[in-house]
């Protein structure tokens, strides 16, 4: 019985799953179980932004797993206390405060919940085609019909309006609106970057109505869109920022960053088993640094320019458009035309593994170590393949 019989016999089914089993993995290539080679484009859905298995990650992850992995926040913790000094030091002026979680969508939990606490208030405003998580607060304040309607009903008080559209969102601020939930970049729903002049009005509207502003970054943090945080792009800085994803080199962690606009947290309000292990922790310290030390998100951002000059050079009038920031990126097909899966599974079979995001788009998201030949070679099997 090979891994996938034998992952297929005892899996959930809740995963729709590529008939692949990836067993290795170096930098932005990874390999299957039969030494086939392929340029990774999904990264772990915006996990590995410093590649697969990077010797100073996975030499921590070792370091450390012989000192200590697990350690409850009811005690202080050195790796701790330098990876939140370290955080402090790249998140934008102004937060000012980090709680530690295990995942993107915790982060948005607990951020949604501090909202509710800090303002007194319980109603929540996200936007059309965002996606936040899975966990129930998360799913509620996510948009899709196919990801919220057998977990009906969800938690009450919240409401989408257009995303970009400020008039809408005006309309739906009330005097019991907790805060608004936005991606810069809306990743699930199709690589959508919002503009400056929307976001500020937001943060504007928000500061004028006492509605805190929660900006998630889970999977466009730590340089995935050429800046360390993509609100950066937009220049804004929010009340509440959700992290997760590429936090800590592929082990799991998330965290939420703290404004001042948000009242002081009474102890035990809210709280994490696993939330801060020194494990996650001494990972991500130095994930922090390769990131910098290595210049992955300016990489990020060259590579980035580089790889949406190739999508967009691509002759298909099926193509409505190319887009993204950094290394996020994405090729929409007329809705008529259809068939991102069939255009991903083509592209697996010469070596590149992407990912569609509908029916009718695919998103590219490789980790940020990608060098400017691997660059040239995915898009020698991209334009041909895109062109059908």
């Not at 089993?21 to 179980?33: M, P, Q, T």
Request: charged share 20%; proline share 4%.
């Amino acid at each position: 019985m090979n891994t996938i019989q034998l992952e297929q016999q005892h899996t959930s089914g809740v995963y729709g799953k590529r008939d692949l089993a990836i067993v290795k993995g170096e930098g932005a290539r990874i390999w299957d179980d039969e030494g086939n080679e392929y340029i990774d484009c999904v990264a772990g859905i915006g996990v590995a932004n410093v590649g697969h298995c990077h010797p100073t990650v996975a030499f921590a992850i070792a370091s450390q797993a012989q000192q200590l992995v697990t350690c409850q926040e009811m005690f202080y913790n050195d790796r701790r206390a330098q990876l939140l000094d370290q955080l402090m030091a790249v998140l934008p002026d102004g937060l000012d405060r980090i709680f530690l979680c295990n995942s993107g969508t915790e982060a948005i939990e607990g951020a949604i919940k501090f909202a509710r606490l800090s303002t007194g208030r319980t109603n929540i405003v996200s936007a059309m085609r965002g996606f936040h998580g899975r966990t129930y607060g998360a799913l509620s304040a996510t948009h899709k019909k196919h990801y919220r309607q057998p977990f009906m009903p969800l938690v009450p008080g919240f409401s989408h309006v257009p995303f970009g559209k400020i008039d809408k969102m005006r309309t739906a601020v009330t005097e019991d609106t907790a805060a608004i939930i936005l991606e810069v970049v809306q990743g699930e729903g199709g690589v959508r970057p919002g503009t400056a002049e929307y976001f500020q009005a937001v943060r504007q509207l928000c500061d004028e109505t006492g509605t805190l502003l929660i900006i998630d970054e889970v999977q466009t943090g730590f340089g995935r869109t050429g800046r360390w945080f993509a609100s950066e792009h937009v220049g804004i800085v929010p009340d509440l920022m959700a992290l997760g994803k590429a936090i800590a080199g592929g082990v799991p962690m998330g965290a939420i960053a703290i404004g001042p606009r948000v009242a002081d947290l009474p102890t035990g309000v809210h709280g994490s088993t696993f939330g801060g292990n020194p494990l996650a922790c001494a990972v991500a310290r130095e994930a922090l640094k390769v990131l910098t030390d290595e210049q992955l998100i300016e990489n990020a951002e060259k590579m980035g320019a580089k790889f949406l000059d190739g999508l967009n050079s691509i002759q298909n009038s099926k193509i409505k458009e190319a887009r993204g920031r950094g290394l996020l990126l994405a090729v929409e097909f007329k809705k008529e035309a259809g068939g991102a899966r069939q255009y991903c599974e083509k592209l697996k079979e010469n070596g590149l593994l992407c990912k569609e995001t509908h029916d009718n788009i695919i998103r590219f998201a490789p980790p940020l170590v990608i060098t400017e030949e691997q660059v040239d070679w995915a898009l020698e099997q991209i334009k041909p393949i895109l062109s059908m």
